[in-house]
């Protein structure tokens, strides 16, 4: 994170709570500490659980099952072992080649899809663009009978390669809609002088165009490798032992065991860590991916 | 053709790109993705309209008996269903409930993440990772765990600071309670991606111009309606658009912490009660109609809003 882009944003933030020295009053200066309040005290409701869920996955199931509920306890990683031992890791497995091949399909379709739109007519791509979206309006839960007769019939039932195909298409208008706004920041004088060194299109995209919204497109992907990360309703559905993903793992989980509060905090943590370590790594990619386009 | 139009008004035409390919090779580029997304997203829908139309039964889906096309039946059915009504209602309100409070704790946590040193703006960052990465399965039990009426944190330490009322209380048996909770998971898991987007929304400002508006006497409340909010719209439109998508649809949250839609259904919201009627009841027919319901509802709320966003003038 460079110190000038930080100060820019703390600039906006300022403007929210500090007003100039005349407009100050008692109200004013009131209601400010009512909003930074209110903020910390929203902060801390929505890291909570998350600390909740740290702890308890470190305790063990006779700690977490106490009444009242025990703060202080003698950790373990019994939970992880046992998560470990009931054989999490094939799912793992499943599920980073669904994340990591879905999203390169989703790059690979909507790169030249969201470049052909920054540079359509503009009545044009709103309709296109109404397109893609609308297409993320159909409810899975109703989508999930013709699905699964469809996949009946190839014979994708419990095979990743089902997951990897749906995944694409649901993180599709998004990932389209998000980078076709980052091309768009493209300054136009870019593409021109591509344009007049004779460039075609496919040049222009891959050594003009792509090299600028290089970490926008980053963290297009990012976020399409939560989305299929979490995705759980198309998993349960359509795969089982062999080609279940991480969520069809948790959900056996609690339906086989009841439930094992300790364990199951223990097997969520894994389940997201992956995610967390990945978008730890990519964060200042993502926030100045992000704002290169303003999302627009 | 933007790149045309800029370039037709710099340089002579005869350096025109011809038109005809140019937009051909725009269509070859756009032709993939729809043709995936025609294939996998609107070949089911057309399969779920179709259903609609049709008595089909579990006779009809395992044993391949014939199906009955009955016309609007299913429609006349679920339109004279008085549940129908009051679950169509509560999908709204709870949605609208959801999108409104997930916008305004992003926003919130935005502007305290821009505030914040390097360091906890980390923490913040990891901790909203995490919720975001949570699969919907165990942040539902994750909560469910947290406000359990006997082993519950939240009871413990509401009844420990003389509330007695809430030992034992349970969360979940009350119709609104019950709304509350899941609500409050929907937000917890959805806030990641707004806070996120609008963090690098309020990035993009440039602190020329909010230091202007301070030069020019602006309060902080001027400057945030006439200068961030603004710059943030497009920014918003996109968080508000799939917020309302997503939580117009939220069907794991509801279908594990209300066990299947509450007591006697009355957490119910479209997408679980379209899965109740076709797989607990078998009408999958009755079933595709409060999902092309859910379908069209979901096509004019953002129809809606973006003419609104249009009229103010932006594009989509």
């Known amino acids: 994170m460079t110190a000038s882009t930080a100060s820019t944003a703390s600039a906006a933030s300022t403007a929210l709570t500090e007003d100039p020295p005349r407009a100050r009053g008692r109200r004013g200066r009131a209601g400010r500490a009512a909003l930074t309040t209110l903020t910390w005290v929203v902060a801390v409701l929505f890291v909570f659980p998350l600390v909740w869920m740290v702890l308890t996955s470190f305790k063990q199931e006779a700690d977490a099952y106490t009444d009242p509920p025990r703060l202080f306890f003698t950790p373990t990683l019994d939970q992880f072992a046992r998560v470990l031992d009931r054989g999490f890791l094939p799912y793992l497995g499943n599920s980073a080649f669904v994340t990591v091949l879905s999203t390169l399909f989703v790059l690979l379709l909507g790169v030249p899809a969201a470049y052909a739109l920054s540079l359509a007519p503009v009545r044009g791509t709103s309709n296109a663009l109404g397109f893609f979206l609308s297409t993320k309006m159909l409810p899975i839960v109703a989508a999930i009978i013709p699905l699964y007769v469809i996949a009946q019939n190839v014979q994708l039932l419990d095979n990743v390669w089902a997951l990897v195909v749906l995944y694409t298409a649901m993180n599709l208008p998004l990932a389209i809609w998000m980078m076709r706004s980052f091309f768009l920041e493209v300054p136009k004088e870019v593409i021109e002088a591509g344009q007049m060194d004779g460039a075609r299109l496919p040049t222009l995209l891959l050594r003009v165009v792509l090299p600028v919204v290089a970490p926008g497109i980053a963290a297009t992907a990012l976020i399409c490798v939560i989305f299929s990360w979490t995705e759980f309703f198309y998993a349960v559905n359509l795969t089982s032992a062999r080609a279940g993903s991480v969520p069809v793992f948790l959900v056996g989980f609690i339906t086989s065991e009841g439930l094992y509060w300790a364990q199951l905090s223990a097997a969520a943590l894994l389940a997201s860590l992956p995610v967390v370590i990945v978008g730890w790594i990519a964060q200042n990619y993502l926030v100045r991916g992000l704002s290169m386009g303003a999302v627009k | ?316």
């Open chain 2, 1 to 316: 053709m933007a790149v045309a139009d800029t370039l037709a008004r710099r340089v002579p035409p005869r350096r025109r790109p011809p038109r005809r390919r140019h937009r051909l090779v725009l269509l070859a580029y756009l032709a993939p993705a729809a043709v995936v997304l025609i294939g996998l997203l609107g070949y089911p829908l057309y399969q779920l309209v179709q259903m609609s139309f049709y008595d089909y039964g579990q006779e009809q889906v395992s044993g391949g008996a014939p199906v009955h096309w009955i016309g609007l039946d299913n429609y006349t059915a679920l339109f004279g269903d008085p549940q129908f009504w009051s679950v169509l209602l509560q999908t709204v309100l709870f949605a609208a409930v959801c999108v409104v409070l997930t916008i305004l704790v992003g926003l919130l946590l935005a502007f305290l993440a821009a505030r914040l040193r390097p360091w906890v703006r980390t923490v913040l960052f990891i901790a909203a990772l995490e919720a975001w990465a949570a699969p919907a399965v165990t942040g539902s039990t994750v909560w469910l765990f947290m406000f359990d009426a006997n082993f519950g944190i939240v009871n413990e330490v509401l009844t420990s600071l003389g509330m007695a009322y809430f030992d034992g209380h349970s969360w979940t048996f009350g119709k609104l309670s019950a709304f509350g909770l899941v609500a409050a998971e929907v937000v917890w898991c959805s806030f990641p991606f707004v806070m996120v987007t609008l963090y690098a929304g309020l990035r993009g400002i440039s602190p020329d111009v909010l230091e202007a508006a301070a030069l020019d006497g602006a309060s902080g409340r001027r400057t945030l309606v006439s200068i961030v909010i603004p710059m943030l719209r497009p920014a918003l439109t996109v968080v508000t658009i799939q917020s309302i998508i997503w939580d117009m649809k939220v069907f794991g949250q509801i279908y594990i912490m209300t066990d299947g839609g509450g007591i006697a259904g009355r957490n119910l919201v479209l997408n679980v009660y379209a899965y109740q009627k076709a797989f607990a009841s078998s009408q999958y027919g009755a079933g595709a109609a409060i999902g092309v319901v859910t379908v069209i509802l979901l096509l004019l709320v953002t129809v809606v809003h973006l003419n609104i966003t249009r009229r103010r003038g932006e594009e989509l």
